[in-house]
């Protein structure tokens, strides 16, 4: 019956894909079946697309991960985050944990415990299917164990950001690898681009900038989810970007240093094989393990009404699912049996051989005179053939990060190591330049990986004196303060996962403090967790995408809070423009003496009010006053002193879809409902009234 199903996609593919122009140049003699690299050693390459838990069911998110860890491959968890109890082993003996964590623009869930839980952890620049689409969920999809995954609002829709914070240049992109390897060592480093014209020069860069994988996504395939207008700015067939990484990569000596992986629409052998020659290594595979677990195409995952139980988190339809691991697996180790068989008249023993072999591709014969005018040469005949270097990975050349030489390593590590052992309370002092780059994040991801977040605060504080470098602080992890008695430069605190951040200027300088930034652009992106206090103005894309930090500063520049989804932020001074941008969940109490916020505040989600309501008051004040206590902040204290004089000078911000949904909770809890009740009872009131 599979070779029934390959033998209807490959006839299917001969009128709809570059590779359907295609056929295999056989030699006159092959090798034994027997002879060719196993099934088992096969299926370790294959990966299951990163479909996102909110996309696609529980049910069906954990059968990928079951099926994929038994055979020694990688499921992917899209950009949704993943739930806490499936990242160890279950009682039944099931690892549910996906070995590839996914990074997006988004940042849904990315805490220090679920990047220090990944084998592989996947940077996504876009996606080929469905571009600026990936990660966003419409309201009636965020059901509340939805909204716990992705650390949001159940009932309020997600947007995923366009990817311009930090993946927005090559430099920016070398950091959060640099961050992402700082806060888990022992995993492998992905960046996913999509095939279009000229992704070899970015895949060149990529791998300069220390990425081991680089995933080459075609435009096909996709859950459906995407709006029809995406249609334009897909990206094109993995063919055409695939052939180009390869061949830049050989043509810059940098081949050796990355493994190169495509997806889009896998569907049988012959197209794995194909994929090798034009340089592929590691295969990823989305729509046929959907089908294998019983979708049937209807092209509603959007709508929440699939009736397979895979693409909905209806708790009806889930109940349909039909889906088993096995059923991936046998799909995979199919598409190994025939993908050896191709190997065996090819004259090949292990996939590591037909990687780059082009001389076995040529144009297929009996095309139409149609078919027949697009030229595949450039694709076919690599140039870069034959000279002496490897066209495969070498893990003698990955690339050096150097951690041993980090200030993590050369102190911290050394001076906290007995400490971290004992969880005893401990405090060291240390000096810091803007060079020491991800400061703290990889002593963060030791105490994620012995006690996740089970510390008080200030377990281990560590006192910075000096420039704090870019990622200050990166993704640290509850029980971890640290206090930067100076400056820092951007991305500081970013992906903060509930250590606490302090930074005031030293004692005695002259300039005013809400006046000068002492801290860079994009603070506390992505941050899940945790506090931040800035004794100073912080710069643009303040807090983007923060999701449960408070932070406290003193002005802002622009595109402060945008895409916010949750947490607390109070700011003692000016903002810039566009402030409150896609902010769909927190809120913001911002000082407004010259009444004119107004003006400077993107109102498309967002209605600003007085602060009126006693527990807002209660929450301004204590914030203003553990941020005065930890860094004797003179504006502060100026507040503090006259607190009912500026009190009406404050301003609240707040989304008005999580308005509606907090409302609505509250009214549930006061008719007796527990908290998790009182967010299911409205989140259906939301979306179903």
């Known amino acids: 019956m599979f070779k029934q199903y390959t033998a209807l996609v490959d006839e299917e593919e001969k009128n709809t894909n570059i590779r359907g122009l295609m056929d295999f140049n056989y030699p006159k003699k092959g090798v034994k079946l027997e002879e060719v690299e196993s099934v088992d050693s096969i299926v370790t390459r294959f990966k299951t697309g990163a479909m996102s838990y909110g996309s696609i069911s529980k049910e069906a998110h954990e059968t990928l991960a079951i099926a994929m860890n038994h055979l020694h491959g990688k499921s ?3 950009e949704g985050g993943e739930d806490k109890d499936r990242l160890t082993i279950g009682k039944d003996g099931k690892n549910r944990c996906s070995a590839i964590k996914q990074v997006a623009s988004g940042r849904f869930g990315v805490t220090s415990r679920y990047l220090t839980s990944a084998q592989e952890i996947q940077i996504k620049m876009a996606q080929g299917a469905k571009p600026g689409e990936g990660g966003h969920l419409p309201g009636k999809k965020v059901y509340p164990w939805i909204a716990k995954t992705r650390l949001s609002t159940p009932g309020v829709a997600l947007i995923s950001p366009p990817p311009h914070h930090d993946i927005y240049s090559i430099e920016d992109l070398e950091q959060l690898i640099f961050d992402l390897k700082n806060a888990n060592r022992d995993a492998r480093i992905s960046v996913k681009l999509v095939s279009e014209a000229g992704v070899g020069t970015v895949a060149a860069g990529v791998a300069k900038a220390g990425a081991q994988v680089v995933l080459i996504s075609g435009y096909d395939g996709g859950t459906g989810a995407a709006p029809s207008s995406s249609i334009h700015n897909a990206g094109l067939p993995w063919e055409l970007g695939l052939a180009e990484t390869h061949q830049t990569l050989l043509m810059n000596g940098l081949r050796n240093k990355v493994r190169i992986e495509t997806d889009g629409k896998l569907m049988s052998g012959r197209d794995v094989a194909i994929a090798a020659c034009l340089g592929a290594e590691e295969f990823g595979f989305a729509t046929a393990p959907l089908v294998t677990m019983g979708c049937v195409m209807m092209r509603v995952c959007n709508l929440d009404t699939c009736p397979a139980g895979i693409a909905t988190q209806n708790p009806e339809l889930r109940k349909r699912f039909a889906g088993k691991p096995e059923y991936v697996e046998n799909f995979m180790r199919f598409i190994a049996e025939e ?19 082009g001389d076995l591709l040529k144009k297929r014969d009996n095309l139409s005179e149609r078919q027949s005018k697009i030229d595949l040469d450039c694709m076919l005949n690599n140039p870069f053939d034959g000279k002496k270097q490897s066209v495969i990975f070498d893990p003698k050349q ?5 951690l041993s030489k980090t200030k993590d390593m050369t102190e ?9 052992e004992s969880g005893q309370k401990r405090a060291i002092e240390i000096e810091v330049t803007n060079t020491n780059r991800s400061l703290g994040t990889i002593f963060g991801s030791e105490i994620t990986k012995k006690y996740d977040d089970t510390l ?11 420039a704090g470098g870019q990622s200050f602080g990166a993704f640290i992890p509850k029980g971890l303060t640290l206090e930067l008695v100076g400056d820092s430069n951007d991305y500081f605190g970013k992906g903060l996962s509930g250590g606490k951040l302090i930074v005031y200027p030293p004692a005695g300088v002259k300039f005013e403090k809400d006046d000068n930034i002492i801290i860079g652009n994009v603070a506390l992106y992505g941050a899940t967790s945790g506090k931040a206090f800035i004794n100073g103005v912080a710069g643009e894309r303040f807090c983007v995408r923060n999701s449960g930090a408070t932070a406290v500063v003193e002005g802002v520049g622009d595109h402060g809070c945008e895409y916010m989804t ?11 423009k566009n402030f409150a941008a896609g902010m769909s969940g927190g809120i913001a109490y911002v000082l407004d003496e010259d009444n004119d916020l107004y003006m400077r505040t993107n109102k498309q989600m967002v209605f600003t009010e007085e ?16 941020h005065v206590t930890l860094t004797n902040s003179e504006k502060g204290k100026e507040i503090l002193d006259h607190f009912s004089e500026y009190l009406p000078k404050f301003k609240k911000v707040i989304p008005y879809d999580y308005n509606r949904m907090q409302m609505a909770i509250v009214q549930m809890e006061e008719k007796g409902l527990n908290a998790e009740q009182a967010q299911i009872e409205a989140f259906y009131a939301s979306t179903r009234g």
């Not at 993908?339 to 072999?357: F, I, N, P, Q, S």
Request: hydrophobic content about 40%; charged content about 30%.
């Open 76 to 78: 992917n968890t899209g």
């Open 339 to 357: 993908l050896r068989e191709y190997m065996a008249k090819l004259g090949v023993k292990t996939v590591d051989e037909l990687v780059g072999r």
């Open 398 to 402: 990955v690339y050096d990060f150097e």
């Open 412 to 420: 911290i590590m050394t001076q906290l190591k007995s400490a971290l």
């Open 456 to 466: 008080d605060d200030d377990t281990f504080v560590i006192k910075c004196n000096g």
């Open 566 to 576: 949750g947490g607390r932020v109070v700011i003692l001074g000016k903002t810039g």
């Open 611 to 626: 602060v009126s309501n006693k527990y807002d008051v209660l929450e301004l004040k204590e914030m203003i006053k553990e």
